[in-house]
Nanobody, 125 residues
Framework: QVQLVESGGGLVQTGGSLRLSCAASGRTFSRYAMGWFRQAPGAEREFVSAISRSGGSTYYADSVKGRFTISRENAKNTVYLQMNSLKPDDTAVYYC??????????????????WGQGTQVTVSS
């Protein structure tokens, strides 16, 4: 069982930056690949980024590639999402998620077993 708690969301102007953090409970954090997803009002939950268990592989949605960076610190049981050059279209609730299985696509929310409660990111124009 893994509990995830996101933080770092807020209100920022277009072009600004935010860093989201996701802290995981337990001593087995390094066994999980981690992902970030987001959901805007009236929209489906969409993939943003993911990182492998070791941190050696990272994955990004085309819409955030070059602007967002995912990283993790296994010693701190934490995964981060650095978001730069933010746009109004990035406004959403951002969720972190943990994936224990080696199977399943990093890009599909159905591949992830554990989810945080979400943190709101609002980008004003």
């Amino acid at each position: 069982q893994v509990q995830l708690v996101e933080s770092g969301g807020g209100l920022v102007q277009t072009g600004g930056s935010l860093r989201l953090s996701c802290a995981a409970s337990g001593r087995t954090f390094s066994r999980y690949a981690m992902g970030w997803f987001r959901q805007a009002p009236g929209a489906e939950r969409e993939f943003v980024s993911a990182i492998s268990r070791s941190g050696g592989s990272t994955y990004y949605a085309d819409s955030v590639k070059g602007r967002f960076t995912i990283s993790r610190e296994n010693a701190k049981n934490t995964v981060y999402l650095q978001m730069n050059s933010l746009k109004p279209d990035d406004t959403a609730v951002y969720y972190c998620a943990a994936k224990s299985s080696s199977g399943g696509s990093y890009y599909l929310f159905t591949s992830y077993e554990y989810w945080g409660q979400g943190t709101q990111v609002t980008v004003s124009s």
